[in-house]
Nanobody, 124 residues
Framework: VQLQASGGGSVLAGDSLSLSCVVS????????VAWFRQAPGEEREFVAA????????YYGDSVKGRFTISRDNAKNTFYLQMINLRPEDTGNYLC??????????????????WGQGTLVTVSS
């Protein structure tokens, strides 16, 4: 299974960006998916997650109300729509897929497969 993230860029505070992650393989619809981000020198931070069989979405506290995760199983792709970006949203955004249980959905250890990330830079 391979993941390819795209859509990052350099924007100003208040702007919007949409990230995509294409997942190879035939079992995408069975995977939980997530976005994490990592700033230089910082630990990986949970951003958003979506389970395979539920419409319930999970978000980190700092992005609630501004970011939206979604998926299109027909395209083996999931997305992160980001609005009202802030400088503190700057980081390498990593997409992940796997079979996490509910208690591990917000943690990197819950995901087996990872993309290389796409860089988001937000300037004030």
């Amino acid at each position: 299974v391979q993941l390819q993230a795209s859509g990052g860029g350099s924007v100003l505070a208040g702007d919007s960006l949409s990230l995509s992650c294409v997942v190879s393989g035939r079992t995408f619809s069975t995977y939980g998916v997530a976005w994490f981000r990592q700033a230089p020198g910082e630990e990986r931070e949970f951003v958003a997650a979506l389970r395979p069989t539920s419409s319930t979405k999970y978000y980190g506290d700092s992005v609630k109300g501004r970011f939206t995760i979604s998926r299109d199983n027909a395209k083996n792709t999931f997305y992160l729509q980001m609005i009202n970006l802030r400088p503190e949203d700057t980081g390498n955004y990593l997409c992940a897929a796997g079979t996490p249980i509910l208690s591990t959905m917000r943690f990197p250890t819950g995901y087996r497969y990872w993309g290389q990330g796409t860089l988001v830079t937000v300037s004030s």
